[in-house]
């Protein structure tokens, strides 16, 4: 039997990287000792923290794979998210929490769930294959979780996500609300990456309508600390806009502290920010009080006013 490579999104989140790596002990653990842990990009300063903390090797950066090797895929259901020749490997599996974007021509084992982090989904699975919870793995776990959630506080977040939190502190004998505040703040640390890497960092491609656009999110605790780059960041977007094609370049800067976000939106579409949250844009900029997630609070509402 071959190899299985299982992988989540490109300019991949800590939660991507995670259910990487916790679907790897899963399959091993279930039977299928032929699995590699691999990820579709460079490791941000979050997941850096992370897998510091737990003393774990981050999974192995691939770009493509061969024809007709056997994939799982975690944390996407999108296949501009993944590699190129994804319809000539196959697919076994699928875990994720997002929009289905993706088809196949045979059968695949697919849960998808409306929870807030895989890692959720990962935790229900471990719970009814009756697999004890070891702390490494309780500990990545429930690091992704905060991280998809910033710590609960999103309304991505479920009851499911809290119960998963709750219950993976007590076997990771952790304090979730001081780590997760540590472990989030690690990720606002951008002081390494260049301007084309923050852009990249969590940036998507999303259609808005006929409308092509990037949406990209970085984290920070001080909203006019990342603002002091904006003329750099901005010159990085139209750059990005013009090579691409784009209507659309959004960057949403969050405030894990305050759960607020700043963009700068660039291109011929950047009105829809206007219209969608009833915002002026100064200089390219404006407050979204109370958005935290590109999931639910930007992504709907802006496809609806483009
Ligand atoms: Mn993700
Ligand atoms: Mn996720």
């Known amino acids: ?7 989540g999104h490109k300019n991949p989140d800590t939660d991507s990287i995670i259910s990487s790596l916790v ?3 899963f399959e091993k653990r279930t039977g299928n000792a032929e699995v590699v842990a691999c990820r ?12 510091n903390y737990v003393g774990i090797e981050a999974p192995e950066l691939i770009e493509d794979l061969e024809d007709g090797e056997e994939v799982i895929i975690v944390d996407t259901a999108n296949p501009g998210e993944l590699i190129p020749n994804l ?5 076994k599996k699928i875990v994720d929490h997002h929009q289905v974007l993706l088809n196949t021509s045979y059968p ?3 849960r998808a ?5 895989t890692e959720t989904i990962m935790y229900k699975l471990y719970k009814e294959h009756n697999l004890q919870i070891d702390k490494k793995i309780a500990t990545l776990m429930l690091s992704a979780i905060i991280s998809d959630t910033l710590l609960l506080k999103s309304p991505t977040c479920t009851e499911d996500d809290i119960n998963a939190v709750k219950e993976l502190s007590k076997i990771a004998e952790i304090n979730y609300e001081t780590y997760g ?3 989030l703040k690690a990720g606002t640390d951008l002081s390494s990456f260049t301007i084309e890497q923050i852009l990249a960092l969590d940036a998507k491609a999303i259609s808005l309508k006929d409308k092509k656009s990037i949406i990209a999110q970085v984290n920070t605790a001080s909203i006019p600390e990342v603002m002091k780059m904006k003329s750099d960041l901005e010159a990085g977007m139209n750059k990005i806009i013009n090579e691409n094609g784009l209507d659309l370049f959004m960057l949403l800067i ?11 939106a660039l291109g011929n579409s950047a009105n829809i920010v206007e219209k969608a949250y009833n915002v002026k844009l100064q200089d390219n900029t404006a407050l979204l009080e109370g958005v935290v997630s590109r999931k639910k609070q930007v992504v709907p509402i802006m496809t609806e006013n483009a």
Do not use: A, R
Request: charged fraction near 20%; aromatic fraction near 10%; include cysteine.
């Open 87 to 91: 319809e000539n490997v196959k697919i």
């Open 254 to 264: 969050t405030d894990i502290i305050n759960s607020n976000t700043q963009t700068i």
């Open 23 to 25: 679907m790897t002990e």
């Open 181 to 183: 505040m540590d472990m």
């Open 113 to 117: 769930e409306p929870v807030g982090c």
């Open 40 to 51: 579709l990009g460079m490791v941000n300063k979050e997941t850096e923290y992370i897998l």
């Open 1 to 7: 039997m071959g190899k299985t490579y299982i992988f």
């Open 108 to 110: 695949v084992f697919y």
